[in-house]
């Protein structure tokens, strides 16, 4: 458990030692922003709430997490720092979920630094803030779930545009998922099929937290994916760690 | 001596590439074992299934009596280990970065300042302690790497090519560091440098596609030169054919090459009957002949000469 927090320190640490951070928190707020007001019609609607911000998120994380997580393991691969890390003392899933926690962790800064929208709605009008503080955990879910699979795309590769690529597509993949056209077009699939696959869409776990319900099975559903995902991450460092 | 590193019936395939193929060997404390070979001989994938990073195909690996796979943990807490090229955290100092390694390895607060002094000071990195790792020189990352590896001091030390790419007065303070630490340690390190195994090893492995052709000690090794114990003559003023056919007389000589000539030098390789030491006979032979002897001396034989002889099968053959 120590040694997770070592990885955990050191990970973090990194992000600010190099310019990853400050790049990836200034394009997170000011796309969130863009998105929010521009596109979001924050103003028009009249409304003070946080919808048309958090509706956006699915969408900037599709982009910004692949490039955040592509060099979780890729990277030292190519460096060739797996093999000092993984003859330390430390168990696979340590290293892992060290590496995956830090992201995660710094992931979690750029979403607390758009603070000043919730000021800001507050001032404007009367929010329901629990529905807000809903919407902000279940963000954070969100982005650990395409974190978790951007870990282990970026395991199966020395070249982190390639774990990029790839990344975008299965994260794409599991917001369409929910989507009634991308269901359409399965039309011909049986019906239990379609509800599964509808039932691991993010879109549909994300925007039932948003209504400001944190249940527990939505919950449960993003710990488990990302359990899941960072579980083959462990079974694609072991078998592709020689290479 | 205390058995540190057992290794049994090692295995290791890529795909149809058999990297190691069948290695069995121990290290006992106070070793210093060289692992010679040509590139791709499987000097670095044996010591990646020592340290734990690759899972052997087939075979055992125990470090002070755990086994590598079973008590991984055990294993790799008593291993210090300098991976091929000194790869480390390049956006880190020297200084962040051992201290990462150290609390890796439980070490905390001042027992881990302490030590992370004495190693600093023991492979001189404290000019470069707060530079990024990627500006440094290769000869300083290499030393970061060793630090690293010796941070824990270890029982059991694994160094793939130690000395690769380090100029000849860091490479004399390497093999110094290495000789320093060797009579508490079981030390194992790969090169394809032959003097080094003179400078440093007190047992030579020679490996060739997977297997050990020979282990031994470096003047066994040269033992098996096929100019081992063959002896040098240097004369001025002889005919060539003169002096090799008298010299052909003296009791024990097998056969004698010619050197080639240098002015009016000859010179040439004398190889005795096998076990025979013929360098006094020769030297009394060719006073008596009166001849001018300019350099008379025996060779122990060439580390060069054995390693090719045992790594290259279509020489062994001619
Ligand atoms: N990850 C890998 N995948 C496929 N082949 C490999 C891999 N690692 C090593 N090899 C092969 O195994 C053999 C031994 O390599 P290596 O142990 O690196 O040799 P050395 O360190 O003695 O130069 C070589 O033929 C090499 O090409
Ligand atoms: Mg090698």
């Known amino acids: 458990m120590d040694r997770i927090r070592v990885i955990f320190k050191r990970e973090f640490a990194g992000y600010f030692s190099t310019p990853i951070a400050a790049v990836f928190i200034v394009i997170f707020l000011m796309l969130s922003g863009a998105f929010t007001f521009y596109l979001g019609n924050y103003f028009v609607r009249g409304q003070a709430d946080l919808a048309p911000f958090f509706n956006f998120h699915p969408w900037l994380y599709l982009v910004l997490i692949p490039a955040l997580a592509m060099r979780l393991w890729a990277e030292e691969r190519r460096s060739g720092t797996i093999e000092l890390l993984l003859t330390l003392p430390v168990t696979m899933w340590e290293a892992v979920a060290g590496k995956f926690l830090a992201a995660w962790c710094f992931t979690g800064v750029a979403l607390a630094l758009t603070f000043p929208m919730w000021i800001t709605v507050n001032i404007l009008g009367e929010p329901d803030n629990g529905v807000i503080f809903a919407s902000y955990m279940g963000s954070l879910l969100m ?20 774990a990029f690529v790839v990344s975008v597509v299965i994260c794409l993949g599991f917001i369409l998922s929910g989507f009634p056209m991308v269901l359409d077009m399965f039309g011909w699939a049986p019906q239990f099929l379609l509800s599964a696959v509808s039932s691991f869409s993010f879109l549909t776990h994300f925007e039932s937290i948003s209504k400001g319900v944190l249940d527990l099975r939505d919950i449960l559903f993003f710990l488990s994916f990302i359990a899941f995902w960072l579980f083959a991450t462990v079974t694609v460092i072991d078998m592709k760690k020689a290479e | ?72 943990l055990a294993a790799k807490t008593r291993i210090g280990y ?12 020297p200084a962040s970065f051992l201290t990462f390694v150290g609390e890796m390895r439980g070490q905390r607060g001042d027992v881990l300042k302490r030590r992370i002094s004495e190693v600093v000071a023991k492979v001189n990195l404290q000019s470069v302690l707060d530079q990024p790792i990627e ?10 790497g060793l630090a690293q590896a010796i941070l824990h001091d270890p029982d059991v030390l694994i160094l793939d090519e130690p000395t690769d790419g380090l100029d000849p007065n860091q490479k004399y303070e390497v093999r110094a560091l290495i000789r320093a630490m060797a009579q508490e340690k079981a030390i ?33 090794l040269e033992g098996q030169s096929p100019t081992h114990n063959t002896v040098l003559i240097t004369l001025s003023g002889v005919e060539t054919t003169i002096a090799h056919d008298r010299l052909m007389t003296v009791k024990g000589v097998k056969k004698i090459e010619d050197q080639g000539k240098d002015g009016d030098l000859v010179r040439l390789r004398i ?20 001849w001018d002897v300019q350099e008379l001396y025996q060779d122990r034989g060439q580390l060069d000469d054995v390693f090719r002889l045992l790594t290259t099968p279509q020489q062994a053959l001619s």
């Open chain 2, 82 to 93: 300098l991976p091929e090229g000194a790869p480390a955290y390049h956006d880190m100092t």
């Open chain 2, 188 to 220: 194992i390190l790969s090169t394809h440098i032959l003097e080094e195994v003179h400078a440093v090893c007190s047992r030579a492995m020679i490996i060739a596609k997977g297997k050990v052709v020979s282990d031994g000690t470096p003047a066994e």
């Open chain 2, 271 to 290: 190889f005795p009957d096998e076990g025979q030491w013929i360098l006094q006979d020769v030297g009394q032979f060719a006073r008596e002949q009166g």
């Open chain 2, 135 to 144: 500006t440094l020189s290769k000869g300083f990352k290499r030393r970061v």
């Open chain 2, 1 to 72: 001596m205390t058995t540190m590193v057992e290794i049994k019936n090692l295995r290791k395939t890529f795909g149809s590439i058999v990297a190691v193929d069948g290695v069995s060997f121990t290290v006992g404390k106070g070793e210093v074992l060289g692992f010679l070979g040509p590139n791709g001989a499987g000097k670095s994938t044996t010591m990646k299934m020592i340290t734990g990073f690759l899972t052997p195909t087939s075979g055992t690996v125990r470090v002070c009596g755990h086994d590598v796979q079973d008590e991984a």
């Open chain 1, 143 to 162: 982005a650990g779930g395409f974190l978790s699979i951007g870990s282990c795309i970026s395991a199966l590769t020395k070249n982190q545009v390639i």
